[in-house]
T-cell receptor, first 113, second 115 residues
Framework: GAVVSQHPSRVICKSGTSVKIECRSL??????MFWYRQFPKQSLMLMATSNEGSKATYEQGVEKDKFLINHASLTLSTLTVTSAHPEDSSFYICSAFPPGGYTFGSGTRLTVV | AQTVTQSQPEMSVQEAETVTLSCTYD???????LFWYKQPPSRQMILVIRQEAYKQQNATENRFSVNFQKAAKSFSLKISDSQLGDTAMYFC????????????FGKGTHLIIQP
């Protein structure tokens, strides 16, 4: 089946620094990828839709200058959390929609100290 | 906009019992899909079952089946012969037809299977 690979699985960064999360489609081309955030004991909330070759679409309330999304190829989307703060600590999950249905990456646990 | 409601934050049943998780949704769309996802402690999202709105027949996958009531906008998940490995968070999710949107999730139900 279609596989979405997400790296890193865990990252700890200092407050004020930036961190990049990668999401790759391994055996299919993904013109669109989705980024979700999940706080502890909560559900997944859609942050943004990443479109290959064009600007990402952000959900209401998501700061586009803080969460930079780049989808430069048909197999790679990246989420960069800029000037991270402790409140950005969360679990970030990417997904794509290949033929056959939604596929999720394994997620990235971000801790900002 | 769509909403998905799961009214059971936590459920606990004995191994081998049958359990039903509830989900209701609200939408004005006529073409859409509904899903149940399982999220174990590893936090990997695992598709349990999907239902196309245009299909009247309820979807089944081995021990998992749904009761899809389109008019009532209800989509419950039944797990038969529950196993310890079924312990996880279960999320109900909605997407309108086309696949260009992200999923809308309910708040989830934490299912605990007791030995």
């Amino acid at each position: 089946g279609a596989v979405v690979s997400q790296h890193p699985s865990r990252v700890i960064c200092k407050s004020g620094t930036s961190v990049k999360i990668e999401c790759r489609s391994l055996d299919f081309q993904a013109t669109t990828m989705f980024w979700y955030r999940q706080f502890p004991k909560q559900s997944l909330m859609l942050m943004a839709t990443s479109n290959e070759g064009s600007k990402a679409t952000y959900e209401q309330g998501v700061e586009k200058d803080k969460f930079l999304i780049n989808h430069a190829s048909l197999t790679l989307s990246t989420l960069t959390v800029t000037s991270a703060h402790p409140e950005d600590s969360s679990f970030y999950i990417c997904s794509a929609f290949p033929p056959g249905g939604y596929t999720f990456g394994s997620g990235t646990r971000l801790t900002v100290v | 906009a769509q909403t998905v409601t799961q009214s059971q934050p936590e459920m606990s049943v004995q191994e081998a019992e049958t359990v039903t998780l509830s989900c209701t949704y609200d939408t004005s769309e006529s073409n859409y899909y509904l899903f149940w996802y399982k999220q174990p402690p590893s936090r990997q999202m695992i598709l349990v079952i999907r239902q196309e709105a245009y299909k009247q027949q309820n979807a089944t996958e081995n021990r998992f089946s749904v009761n899809f009531q389109k008019a009532a906008k209800s989509f419950s998940l039944k797990i038969s012969d529950s196993q310890l490995g079924d312990t996880a968070m279960y999320f109900c999710a909605f997407i309108r037809g086309g696949g260009a949107d992200g999923l809308t999730f309910g708040k989830g139900t934490h299912l605990i299977i007791q030995p």
